[in-house]
């Protein structure tokens, strides 16, 4: 059975054919409003995340689906010491299909080698999450009409920000992708993805400050400085504000540029900045979920078969 | 035992001088009943110096555990007194159960009954990683 646990448990090709299908879905949702009646989704948040499990949940229902699971691991059996795969065992019983978010890193590995149905990662700790990648993905396609080519900014936490580095090994298989990795020296893209970007000959430039590389974007990729990655709040105040996109910095980008941000937001880019056409964020939300109704789509049609996802 | 004739059992040659007392306790020879001999410091034109191990039974040997200790050593298995096979050893692509995932935030930390898989990255630099959360294991002492 084929699970999706990292963005690249699938190839470019599945990945297009899965955009297309979510484009599609946006486009004519009516044609779709019934396609999965009958079956059921299950939401296990082993950690709170309200927008992801939203997010899902909304994806099953437009499509006819129905929804169960727990929102918060106080109300899970592993509250009560149950084992993360006996739990995965019990509720692949009730389910034709897991998404499942948890707080420790490859916790859905462990889960699909005991699931009787495909498990769908919707974030592991600070390790993967690939349909929030596949939101960023339709997202750019969508505005940009394809990926060959284009200069992307990432601008914020780059070391501990999960989104970012799937996002970098995305976008590193199309041809003619630069990246340029806006960061504080504390904050900076981790060696092994800067080294996986050299091996692969792919250009890349770090800086300190947005002004200076603005103009020269087709994608500007905001993220938010976690509170909880800090140990001390002194670097966390010192920073946090580093980085903050507002209406006089915008000015300075192109009409082509498109910004983007895995929300929720804290302040790292002013509300004042919401109404310009090239914030897109809040359609990146929107296309997250029919990203996931694509995805939900074929892997349970594929359930098996030869497309989607992690073997095991 | 007469250390320099064998006639039906197991040497490790080629261990790299000092060596031989981790390899000795990693393979449980302590438990075993037949002779095993250490012999440290042995001259060696390719490594200066070098550890022999002999083992006087035919024993099954966990390759794998070797092969992560040292893909340097030479397994020959002994019948009649003469060397019948010689094993060259190399990185085991997957180490199962064979010391701890180093990552805090590793659901192996939390799951007690997962076996601890670590699935060989860049043989090179002899680097493995969890099958589950990734991370590096590395240097010598690792996993
Ligand atoms: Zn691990």
Redesign the pocket.
């Known amino acids: 059975m084929r699970h999706l646990i990292d963005i690249s448990d699938l190839s470019v090709a599945e990945i297009d054919r899965l955009l297309d299908l979510g484009e599609d879905m946006l486009r004519r949702p009516e044609d779709y409003r019934r396609s999965q009646q009958g079956r059921i989704l299950a939401t296990l948040f082993f950690e709170p995340s309200t927008r992801t499990r939203l997010s899902f949940e909304s994806a099953m229902l437009s499509m006819g689906g129905s929804v169960l699971g727990f929102p918060s691991p106080d109300s899970s059996s592993t509250a009560k010491g149950e084992s993360l795969q006996d739990t995965i065992r019990t509720v692949s019983c009730y389910c034709d299909i897991i998404a499942m978010r948890h707080p420790k890193?490859?916790a859905p590995i462990a889960a699909a080698m005991k699931s009787e149905v495909p498990i769908i990662n919707a974030g592991d700790g600070g390790h993967n999450h690939p349909t929030q990648t596949l939101t960023d993905l339709m997202t750019i396609r969508l505005e940009k009409g394809g990926f060959e080519g284009l200069t992307l900014g990432l601008c914020g936490d780059l070391k501990f920000g999960r989104t970012v580095h799937s996002l970098v090994t995305a976008m590193s298989r199309y041809p003619g992708v630069r990246f340029v990795l806006i960061a504080p020296p504390e904050l900076r893209l981790p060696g092994y993805l800067t080294a996986f970007l050299r091996e692969k000959g792919i250009p890349y430039e770090e800086v300190e400050h947005m002004e200076d590389v603005l103009p020269r974007l087709d994608i500007l990729y905001m993220t938010r400085v976690q509170r909880e990655r800090f140990f001390n709040e002194a670097d966390y105040v010192r920073l946090k504000d580093t980085y903050v996109l507002t209406p006089d910095k915008l000015a300075l980008a192109g009409e082509g540029l498109r910004v983007m941000h895995p929300l929720p937001r804290v302040n790292e880019i002013s509300p004042k900045v919401d109404d310009d056409p090239r914030a897109v964020y809040f359609k990146q939300v929107r296309n997250g979920r029919y990203v996931r109704m694509a995805l939900i789509t074929r892997m349970l049609a594929e359930n098996g078969g030869e497309e989607a996802g992690h073997e095991h | 035992m007469n250390i320099d004739s064998i006639r039906r059992g197991i040497v490790l040659d080629h261990i790299q001088a000092g060596r031989s007392m981790e390899i000795y306790r990693a393979l449980g020879l302590e438990e075993l009943p037949c002779s095993v001999a250490i012999i440290r410091n042995v001259k060696s034109n390719a490594m200066g110096k070098k550890d022999i191990i002999k083992i006087d039974d035919d024993i099954d040997i966990d390759l794998d555990v070797l092969g992560y200790i040292d893909p340097g050593i030479t397994v020959n298995i002994i019948v009649d007194g003469v060397i019948t096979e010689k094993k060259h050893l190399a990185l085991p692509r997957r180490l199962v159960n064979m010391g701890r995932?180093r990552?805090p935030r590793?659901?192996?930390t939390q799951e007690a009954n997962l076996d601890q898989v670590f699935v060989l990255a860049d043989p090179a630099r002899k680097i493995y990683r969890?099958?589950?959360?990734?991370?590096e294991q590395r240097g010598t002492d690792a996993p």
Do not use: S, V
């Open positions: 890193e490859g | 995932c990552n590793c659901i192996t969890c099958l589950y959360c990734d991370a």
